[in-house]
């Protein structure tokens, strides 16, 4: 891919700004944030409503699934309209969002509602800050910025857990919807953004493609969640239909020409799966530490809290070893921590605190890794003329993946084949399905890598790599 052009004065002033990158690494964390903060809650929510915690993962997976599908309307909508006020009206309605879901705290229906509308304007702010940066940034200060990013969005990841956990044991689940409140000293900053360069693009954004995209990933977590093959239907059907609009429409929501770009879709698929895998780790330890360990959800934090340490150090070291070994080096690395982890995981599930604690530790390096490699990987795939479309669709798939992997991993909980002992040190007879999972997590990841090795490892494919 070719460096970015930042010729106008006011494209030179946002590539050098330090006030807003920093202002971005701000918005950042607080709208990765809710993707993880009421993991810990999901307990005392299905207490409430009476109903499994399968179920009460709806209340993360619905926040995931707007999150990434909004991902993509923004970054088309960046082609067409000023990255400041797009920000602006994503922060406002994911704040708004958030008053109603305290105002309407009591129905279940209603809560899931909400969450769907703050994963829409929570999403503008994780796709614009990758657009502005794939769009702005020279190759150097790109892996860079997205090594700070990475570092930024595990530690909300990891911190999530430990807010969400205090304010539900000390105050009420229902306040964690007025996190974005602390959004809104950015208000000001992104409506004095300066201009960029002219926008040309005037395509509408298909919002009937949107509608379509979304009515199948929601059937495809109704599958995963409730396990039923029936719901295999209606997601099969909207498939065909949306494939046939991408195909005629004029200016389709998913922009065909990215399907016949080889080493885009590999990577898009392994972040699907890493991704995947990450937010079922994300979901399945404080089901484990407070059914297995019987912890109080502020106690849970505790234990995830290293993790969140580690994430911002090592995710900064991450940006700063793609920009000088290259993207290729630092997959690799953190590819074999989180393997390793997982295998401790497997291993461990019912013993120290401290044995899990660590083990999570080399799970947010590892992410941290390849996370920032597999940006830059998917970055260097996309000509700069379909760097929006592109990184929007990257978004999209991302978050895709952590609805599919948080409500897998939430259905795999109730299946009793899962409890079959195959690891013959595993002393606590309902650890077991944990420790399966955790195997499965880990074949998985080897799909993953082996992907990785044979297309961006061995036949170096990409644009000037």
């Known amino acids: 891919m070719k460096s970015p052009s930042v010729g106008s004065p006011a494209e030179q002033m946002l590539s050098r700004s330090g006030i807003f990158s920093a202002c971005i690494v701000y918005v950042l964390f607080f709208a990765v944030l809710n993707e993880s903060v009421f993991n810990v ?45 797009l920000l602006v009206i994503g922060i406002l309605i994911y704040v708004i969002s958030g008053i109603c879901g305290v105002i309407l705290q009591k129905w279940y229906s209603w809560v899931l509602i909400v969450r769907a509308i703050q994963g829409f304007g929570a999403s503008s702010l994780k796709a614009l800050t990758l657009v502005a940066v794939a769009r702005y940034f020279s190759p150097e200060r790109r892996a860079k910025l997205f090594g700070l990013f990475i570092s930024v969005e595990a530690m909300a990841l990891a911190a999530g857990p430990i807010v969400g956990g205090y304010i539900t044991s000390t105050l009420h689940w229902s306040l964690l919807f007025l996190i974005p409140l602390f959004l809104l000293p950015a208000l000001t900053l992104f409506l004095k953004l300066p201009r960029t360069s002219q926008i040309k693009n005037k395509a509408k954004v298909d919002l009937f493609g949107a509608s379509l995209l979304s009515i199948f990933i929601a059937c495809l977590m109704l599958a995963c969640t409730e396990a039923q093959w029936y719901y295999l239907l209606p997601c099969l059907l ?46 399945i330890v404080p089901v484990m530490l407070a059914g297995l360990h019987q912890l109080p959800t502020d106690r849970i934090g505790i234990v995830v809290f290293p993790g969140a340490v580690f994430s911002v150090i090592f995710g900064v070291i991450a940006g700063q070893m793609t920009a000088k070994k290259g993207h290729r080096f630092v997959f690799y690395i953190g590819y074999l921590l989180i393997g390793a982890a997982l295998l401790l995981f497997a291993g461990m599930t019912g013993r120290s605190l401290w044995y899990i604690s660590g083990s999570l530790a080399f799970i947010y390096i590892g992410m941290s890794f390849v996370q920032t490699a597999l940006t830059e990987t998917v970055t260097r795939t996309l000509p700069a003329s379909q760097i929006g479309a592109g990184m929007g669709f990257y978004g999209l798939a991302v978050g895709v993946s952590g609805a599919v992997g948080t409500a897998a991993v939430s259905s795999l909980l109730n ?3 899962l409890e079959i002992p195959i690891l013959p040190f595993i002393e606590q007879a309902n650890a077991h399905i944990y420790s399966n999972l955790f195997l499965l997590l880990f074949v998985l990841s080897l799909v993953a890598g082996i992907l990785y090795l044979s297309i961006f490892g061995i036949r170096p494919i990409l644009r000037n790599d």
């Open 238 to 283: 909207t498939l065909g239909i949306l494939i046939i609009h991408v195909i005629r429409a004029r200016n389709p929501f998913v922009e065909p020409i990215l399907f016949r770009n080889l080493p885009y879709l590999i990577g898009i698929s392994i972040s699907f799966i890493v991704f995947g895998i990450m937010m079922g780790i994300v979901f």
């Open 415 to 417: 299946v009793r084949a």
């Open 41 to 85: 809650s999901i307990p005392r929510l299905a207490e409430q409503f009476q109903m499994l915690p399968s179920q009460g993962s709806w209340i993360v997976t619905t926040f995931i699934i707007t999150f990434g599908i909004g991902q993509t309307v923004f970054a088309k909508l960046s082609d067409r309209f000023e990255i400041g006020p």
